[in-house]
């Protein structure tokens, strides 16, 4: 590629030596002669050379169109090399004569270069382009008619061939100056460079060729000087050939398609002009009949402008539908995808590292099922402004779908991550919907082509990112995710999402995760009681949820929510950390009982869980078997071979694991033989019609009896009387739970009740230390 700057300056330099010389008349006639006549050989030969390399490096209609222009070019060379061996030979320049076949010749080329680029453009809009050419060429000729060429005319009518001759190289030069000119005014901002150096350079022959014709026919002498117009045009379509030959570098690959102002104007200023210069010179001639022509005209164009400005104005609109996303304003997914392609064109050629985050609300839809569809464009355009305050602005950020954002960045990937952090933390806050704080958690991940793993494409740099949006909404703990090598897509089971339809239960679920994540939860303990001893022989952990508002919740009026929308995991881990370190605190006071924890039967399964157990275990120094998990019965069967051997593995480690709720679903004994357990829950509904149904009773019976034979221990449930406790006693089950015994305690009532057992020495009556649990209840 010839350095652009230096050629220009060299040629300006050159172009302005010559004019210099011609404008001075430096030397006299003899040496201007020969100036103007090399001179233009030498400007017509830059010309020639710069449309050539345009035209080796240029592809397709381009290519064609650069060629035409130096075959063109050079005919125009040819005819003045032998012109200049005219004028050397003989003083006479005549006119017309074959020499000027090569002149003809360019018109020709410039004329079928022109075509050649025009046909890339759209096929109803070529067609446009040529009617407002015709329009304003008329318009133009009407103009230089009145002025140059009626003189031309009538001083060479005698000869036809002189007066064609004269008179086709203005009008030729017109028509290809006003489809230059449409071309220019039409062609997208960033590919015009090239088609305003070919206008500038047509006009400045066209204006030295129609000179020249008026001259030669009034027999001026004074032509050498317009051979500076056809050095600067030939100066000017060597450029343009030069600037076709760089390559194209930033911006936005999608070109507006809405025409710019001006090329709806321009066909009509010409022929305002062309109107209001000939009408005073042809007025007299035609009299009423031309004036009322006239303004039929100009009445026919003022209202043209009219539809032209609305039509314009509708396309505004169309365009920017196109590009933006209506709802807030953002870049939407087609400008999206066109500006990532862009940057990994750069990342490509310059090595600028792209990053792209994809941010996607977690539970959007409740907004709308709770709140109605305008609260949740509401919180759509609010978080469009908060997004758009947290990226910088060089970021592409962009609505890709209903509640999903997107952004480009280019450079520093750390400077990325760190955005990515921000674009996080911008959630922290709370956002206003009709007059309610509402919390919104976004999954967001990020991708970014200095990983380390190489990114062949666009497409392959989103999906990594949505691999990691979708990690991060797997985890639902609202941090970023970064894309890593090896992250693939679907490793991770995707969250639930909610179905909830209650009015509020968006606002409830927002608060509910906070809740988990802020300590806002708390656990109570149920104790188990030995029915021989009376003596509290082991604690269950139950959660709680004291709200602001709505008061202390219990696991029903949330625990739906937590497993539709994949909390479980969370809320186990405060259970257990709770449980655990209360036992922690009692075991060290020497008042230690075992605790048991709930886990949801789905989460049995989690790879993480039983290390989890056994760590948390250890930390605090507890022997395995003072933990129990309960789980309930009725969703073990959903993957039976993997629960028993999380089971076994559990058990291996010392864990109890208790079958929660028996009898309560699908009760079947078999499970008893299937799953090795440790301790087997007797749910309320299967213990409470032991007093009254003789069959329940026989069941219960015959359930106890076959635990203790398979080596399980029974516990009953919701014992809520002294008489089912003495029945359950009678049957031989051991351990039983229940309003009867305590409800379930806060801690600090817990650690005062085993305080209380230990200083007793566990020789009291049952009877009174229940009454004491009453009393603090
Ligand atoms: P569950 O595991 O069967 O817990 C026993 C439930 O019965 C508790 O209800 C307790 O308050 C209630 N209860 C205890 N004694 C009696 C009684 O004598 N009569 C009656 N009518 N009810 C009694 P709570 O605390 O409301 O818990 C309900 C369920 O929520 C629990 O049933 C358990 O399945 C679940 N849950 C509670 N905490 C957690 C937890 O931390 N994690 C999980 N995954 N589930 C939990
Ligand atoms: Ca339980
Ligand atoms: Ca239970």
Not at 107 to 136: E, K
């Amino acid at each position: 590629m010839p350095n652009l700057r230096g050629v220009a300056a060299g040629a300006a330099i050159g172009g302005a030596a010559f004019s210099v010389w011609l404008l001075t008349d430096w030397g006299g006639h003899a040496v201007i002669r020969w100036v103007d006549d090399l001179g233009l050989v030498v400007f017509s030969s830059f010309a020639a050379l710069c449309a050539a390399t345009a035209a080796s490096r240029a592809q397709g209609k381009d290519r064609l169109a650069w060629w035409a222009m130096t075959a063109g070019v050079a005919a125009w060379l040819a005819s003045q090399l032998i012109r200049t061996y005219i004028h050397f030979t003989s003083d006479s320049h005549p006119f017309p004569s074959w020499v000027d076949t090569g002149y003809v010749l360019f018109l020709a080329g410039a004329g079928l270069c022109l075509v050649f680029l025009l046909s890339t453009t759209p096929p109803q809009t070529q067609v446009r382009m040529l009617l407002d050419g015709v329009i304003i060429g008329a318009a133009l000729f009407g103009l230089a008619w009145v002025t140059v060429l009626q003189t031309v005319h009538s001083v060479r009518a005698g000869n036809p061939a002189a007066v064609a001759m004269a008179l086709s190289y203005p009008i030729v030069d017109i028509a290809l100056i006003t489809v230059a000119v449409l071309m220019l005014v039409r062609a997208p901002a960033g590919g015009r460079a090239h088609l305003a150096w070919l206008a500038g350079g047509l006009t400045l022959i066209a204006l030295s060729d129609t000179s020249y014709a008026y001259l030669t026919a009034v027999d001026d002498q004074h032509f050498h000087v317009i051979a500076i117009g056809w050095a600067w045009g030939f100066v000017c379509i060597g450029l343009a050939a030069l600037v076709t030959c760089r390559p194209a570098v930033g911006g936005v690959t999608r070109a507006s398609s809405v025409p710019p102002r001006l090329s709806v104007w321009l066909p009509y200023l010409p022929v305002v002009l062309s109107a209001l210069l000939c009408t005073p010179m042809l007025v007299d001639g035609l009299g009423p009949v031309f004036v009322a022509a006239a303004v039929t005209v100009i009445a026919v164009l003022i209202r043209q402008f009219l539809v032209l400005g609305e039509n314009r104005r509708l396309l505004a609109e169309v365009a920017d539908r196109a590009v933006h996303d209506p709802l807030t304003g953002l870049a939407n997914r087609a400008v999206f995808s066109d500006r990532l392609a862009h940057a990994m064109a750069l990342h490509d050629r310059h090595a600028l590292d792209v990053s792209v985050l994809v941010l996607d609300l977690d539970d959007f839809r409740l907004v709308n099922e709770s709140f109605g569809h305008r609260a949740g464009d509401m919180v759509l355009v609010r978080v469009a402004e908060r997004l758009a305050g947290t990226v910088r602005a060089s970021d592409t950020l962009a609505r890709v779908g209903g509640d999903a954002f997107a952004v480009i960045m280019m450079g520093d990937p750390a400077a990325a991550r760190d955005i990515g952090e921000d674009v996080v933390e911008a959630f922290d806050r709370p956002f206003l919907v009709d007059g309610q704080e509402l919390r919104l958690r976004p999954g967001v991940g990020l991708a970014t082509t200095a990983s380390g793993q190489r990114c062949p494409s666009a497409d392959e740099l989103y999906k990594r990112a949505e691999v990691a949006l979708e990690a991060a909404k797997h985890a639902r703990t609202g941090r970023l995710v970064v894309h890593t090598p090896g992250m693939e897509p679907g490793q991770l089971v995707p969250a639930p999402t909610g179905c909830d339809t209650g009015v509020g239960s968006a606002q409830l679920l927002a608060e509910l995760r906070s809740a988990i994540e802020q300590g806002g939860l708390s656990v109570v303990y149920q104790p188990k009681f030995d029915l021989a001893t009376d003596e509290i022989v082991g604690l269950e952990a139950l959660i709680r949820w004291p709200h602001p508002r709505r008061g202390l919740l219990g696991p029903d009026q949330f625990l739906p929510l937590v497993r539709r929308h994949g909390l479980m995991r969370s809320l186990t881990s405060v259970v257990l950390t709770a449980a655990l370190d209360d036992a922690a605190r009692w075991h060290a006071l020497g008042i230690g009982v075992p605790v048991a924890i709930n886990v949801f039967a789905p989460a049995i399964t989690d790879p993480h869980l039983c290390d989890q157990l056994t760590a948390a275990l250890d930390e605090r120094a507890l022997p395995p078997d003072w933990l129990t998990v309960e789980i309930t019965e009725d969703l073990l069967l959903d993957n039976l071979g993997k629960t028993r051997t999380v089971f076994e593995t559990l058990r291996a480690k010392g864990i109890r694991v208790a079958i929660d709720d028996f009898g309560s679903g699908y009760s079947a004994l078999w499970y008893l033989r299937e799953f090795p357990v440790d301790e087997v829950k007797l749910d309320r509904e299967f213990i409470a019609p032991i007093l009254t149904h003789p069959a329940s009773a026989a069941i219960a019976r015959a359930v106890i009896g076959l635990a203790h034979s398979l080596g399980i221990t029974p516990v009953a449930e919701g014992v809520e009387n002294a008489e089912t406790a003495a029945r359950l006693r009678e049957y031989g089950c051991r351990i039983a739970q229940g309003f009867h015994f305590s409800a379930p305690l806060p801690a600090p009532a817990i650690q005062d009740l085993l305080l209380r057992q230990q200083s007793v020495d566990g020789q009291e009556p049952a009877g009174t230390r229940r009454s004491e649990i009453e009393l603090m209840q």
